[in-house]
Structures are given as C-alpha cells and as structure tokens.
C-alpha cells in the first residue's frame, strides 16, 4: 500500500483555516518549469493542529490575495492526499477544491 493511496478526512485537519500566504503553480515541461501559470498555491496554517502548514493547489484563477498576517479561509470540495517531493511527503489537493 502506498500513502499516496490513503483517503484523508478533511475534518481531520482541524475547524480552522488561515491563509498565510498565495504564490503561483507553474506548468512543467519536459522535468523544467515553465513560465505557464497553472494555478495558485494557498499556504494555510491550521491553528487547531499547532499551526502546522498545508499547501492547497487550486488550478485556475487566483481567488485571494496573500494576507498581510492571516486570514480565515473555508475550501469547498477539499479532498487532501499525500505525495512524496523533495524528500517529504506533502499535502495536496484536488482540482475542484475553491475558497468560500
């Protein structure tokens, strides 16, 4: 079994959402990125799990503004999972995931 397979309840993550910080996700071609913005990736700190950090990919337009300090956010339709990149396992998402 892989953990990439595993099926993370989103409620395991916590109540509370706040977005720390937005920067683009780019296109990549042949192993080498592009220039081609694909969508954004949301840093989100989860107060209800000692503030540790999640990065939510969204592919499409931005939705929100990187915060001055944090603000409060809500995903519709967030499915997380794991993946192994840069010797660690990350948190990601689905396309359909959006901001409310």
């Known amino acids: 079994m892989k953990l990439s397979d595993m099926i993370i309840d989103p409620a395991s993550l916590g109540k509370r959402f706040w977005l720390v910080d937005v920067i683009p996700s780019y296109a990549y071609q042949n192993g080498q990125r592009t220039d081609t913005v ?9 107060p209800d799990k000692g503030l540790d950090k999640i990065n939510v990919r969204i592919d499409g337009a931005q939705q ?9 956010v809500r995903f519709a339709e967030l499915e997380p999972y794991l993946y192994w990149s840069g010797g660690e396992y990350r948190w990601a998402r689905v396309p359909k995931a959006s901001l409310r």
């Open 38 to 46: 694909t969508g954004y990736r949301y840093t989100v700190a989860l």
């Open 64 to 72: 929100m503004d990187a915060p001055a300090s944090f603000v409060e």
